[in-house]
């Protein structure tokens, strides 16, 4: 519905807190949490005190769908046209979308792929025939699907590096299509890869893709540049933050990284300052509106306060960021590091928004 810009009023009755850490954008909250765990046939008494427009449809959510099952019966008797989010939160951040990003004078073409309630951003590359897709972040299918409409054949998945925040879909799409794998040469996983030093590169058609190595925030971490006009930064660079290169680091550890970020960001910004940034992640949900999430390198020095600072201050505020970690990181890391699917539910291990920057 949201994708189809049809009327719908998303109604989350989580608790205040689950709803800080992440929510649907444009969802109204009515916290009727306790009152449904009860099982309180009243648990939507007060409703009317919300602004619901009566003669749309509402699409309640809550976690993991149970609740707001319930939430949506007792609208419907209310007299709402009331349906659930089924999966809840689990099901949403799943939900993905796709943006074409203009890019001018290169045979490429782009197509940013959004799971938009976890802020995980990959891309379809296509160029004469030919397609690479970096940073595979949701179903296989979907990749292959996007292909085929274009015409284009997936030769390439990369991985910019090995992901904490989510379980990367690199090796099952490449095992899907029969593409080669690349990873960042030295990347710790335990599957067979084609390794990417600084300055190898990926012919796709009739465009090149370099591999630019930018440790920090992990220390395999490398960012891609499309025919020189676009560069696939992962989370080593956002449009307004940097990667955090405290996951899997002790204090010191997150020093030394600190201080590569900055070695790293310091090469990204000696590139063309139109050179078109498309990161791994954003930490607004991407909306169902069709906008790329990207901006030129210029832009992104402009809007990211932290480039200001000189190497020990950057080093300073960078190492000693202590945002809470990802939720279940380091299972998920394990996980990456093996290129397997967990044998539970994935968006068990998924759920709760990106936590790769900082500042
Ligand atoms: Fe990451």
């Given at each position: 519905?949201?994708e ?18 992440w929510r649907i ?11 449904l765990k ?14 619901l ?35 809840g ?10 943006a074409?990003?203009?890019l ?17 951003l ?54 899907l ?14 599957y ?12 796709i058609?009739a ?20 025919d ?15 990667g955090?290169?405290?996951?899997e680091?002790?204090p ?16 990204v910004f ?9 990161p ?6 991407a ?7 990207d ?18 201050a ?5 190492a ?8 279940n ?12 699917m967990?044998?539970?539910?994935p ?13």
């Amino acid at each position: 519905m949201l994708e189809q810009g049809a009327p719908v009023t998303v109604l989350d009755v989580r608790p205040e807190d689950q709803r800080t850490e992440w929510r649907i954008p444009g969802s109204v909250h009515f916290d009727a949490y306790e009152a449904l765990k009860a099982k309180d046939p009243n648990a939507m008494e007060g409703i009317e005190g919300v602004d619901l427009p009566w003669e749309l449809p509402v699409v309640t959510v809550c976690a993991a769908g149970n609740s707001s099952a319930v939430a949506a019966e007792q609208l419907r008797e209310r007299g709402y046209d009331a349906l659930t989010l089924e999966g809840g939160m689990k099901s949403w951040s799943l939900a993905w979308n796709t943006a074409e990003v203009e890019l001018p004078e290169t045979e490429a073409q782009v197509v940013q792929v959004r799971r938009t309630g976890k802020g995980c951003l990959s891309y379809l590359v296509g160029s004469g025939g030919g397609a690479a897709v970096i940073d595979a972040a949701v179903d296989p299918e979907v990749y292959v699907g996007l292909a085929e409409e274009r015409g284009w054949r997936i030769a390439h998945v990369l991985d910019t590096h090995v992901h904490a925040d989510h379980l990367s879909r690199s090796k099952m799409l490449a095992d899907l299509v029969g593409a080669k794998l690349y990873m960042p040469e030295g990347a710790p996983v335990s599957y067979p890869f084609s390794p990417l030093g600084d300055g190898g590169a990926v012919r796709i058609g009739a465009s090149r893709l370099e591999a630019l190595r930018t440790p920090g925030h992990t220390t395999e971490s490398t960012s891609y540049l499309l025919d020189g006009k676009a560069l696939f930064t992962g989370d080593t660079l956002f449009l307004s933050a940097v990667g955090r290169p405290d996951l899997e680091a002790s204090p010191e550890g997150a020093q030394e990284k600190a201080r590569a970020l900055y070695g790293s960001l310091r090469r990204v910004f000696g590139l063309d300052g139109g050179t078109l940034v498309l990161p791994g992640h954003t930490s607004e949900p991407a909306g169902f509106d069709g906008e790329p999430v990207d901006a030129p390198l210029s832009e992104v020095r402009g809007n990211t306060p932290l480039l200001g600072e000189d190497e020990e201050a950057f080093i300073r505020k960078i190492a000693g960021h202590v945002a809470p970690a990802p939720e279940n990181y380091e299972r998920i890391v394990q996980l990456n590091r093996c290129g397997k699917m967990p044998e539970e539910d994935p968006t068990e291990l998924e759920a709760g928004a990106n936590r790769c920057a900082a500042g």
